[in-house]
T-cell receptor, first 111, second 117 residues
Framework: EDKVVQSPLSLVVHEGDTVTLNCSYE??????LLWYKQEKKAPTFLFML????IEKKSGRLSSILDKKELFSILNITATQTGDSAVYLC???????????FGKGTLLTVNP | GAVVSQHPSWVICKSGTSVKIECRSL??????MFWYRQFPKQSLMLMAT?????????EQGVEKDKFLINHASLTLSTLTVTSAHPEDSSFYIC?????????????FGPGTRLLVL
């Protein structure tokens, strides 16, 4: 059975702090790992990672994948209150491109 | 690009009625669409995967006769909750995968909140 474990489950920081969110996984026929941000509605896409060791970056967010150790991290630097959300990790694979979602990390950024 | 719409965004219905939710990919052709359910403070649970023109594949524990999925075109999939009961109240979210891309990226619709009284 596919497993995705995200940690921490919740995190409270002050604006300007840097945070690291973790995701470990065990997925059959793994092909890629996706990160999503979910505020009050449906998730919005952040990153897709397919290769180990290659950092993907978008503004203050960055992410990297380790396929040998089966984990990924999402970094957010200089956090802002608008970063408050649930961050979901979803490894995927298989013939039907299915994603398995972790429980998410609830990030709260206080002013 | 990669916009997915979902309609309605909110629905309240009486127990025993059926509710249809539409999911559309607006600017790409979605060969595969996915239907998820999310309960408060929980993660997304995949209900079923649908490929255009074929029967949906349901996850274990999801009743296919209760949750009818139709993916008749490359831009539209529908989920019908038949004979809805209060325990079916949840947040239903669809996603679509761009058929041109050989990858897992799914783009999500805004979701439908269903409340069954």
């Amino acid at each position: 059975e596919d497993k995705v474990v995200q940690s921490p489950l919740s995190l409270v920081v002050h604006e300007g702090d840097t945070v690291t969110l973790n995701c470990s996984y065990e997925v059959t026929n793994f092909r890629s790992l996706l990160w999503y941000k979910q505020e009050k509605k449906a998730p919005t896409f952040l990153f897709m990672l397919t290769s180990s060791g290659i950092e993907k970056k978008s503004g203050r967010l960055s992410s990297i994948l380790d396929k040998k150790e089966l984990f990924s991290i999402l970094n957010i630097t200089a956090t802002q209150t608008g970063d408050s959300a649930v961050y979901l990790c979803a490894p995927g694979g298989g013939s039907n491109y299915k994603l398995t979602f972790g429980k998410g990390t609830l990030l709260t950024v206080n002013p | 690009g990669a916009v997915v719409s979902q309609h309605p965004s909110w629905v309240i219905c009486k127990s025993g009625t059926s509710v249809k939710i539409e999911c559309r990919s607006l600017d790409f052709q979605a060969t595969t669409m996915f239907w998820y359910r999310q309960f408060p403070k929980q993660s997304l649970m995949l209900m079923a995967t649908s490929n255009e023109g074929s029967k949906a594949t349901y996850e274990q524990g999801v009743e296919k006769d209760k949750f009818l999925i139709n993916h008749a075109s490359l831009t539209l999939s529908t989920l019908t909750v038949t004979s809805a009961h209060p325990e079916d109240s949840s947040f239903y979210i669809c996603s679509a995968r761009d058929g041109r891309e050989y990858q897992e990226t799914q783009y999500f619709g805004p979701g439908t909140r269903l409340l069954v009284l």
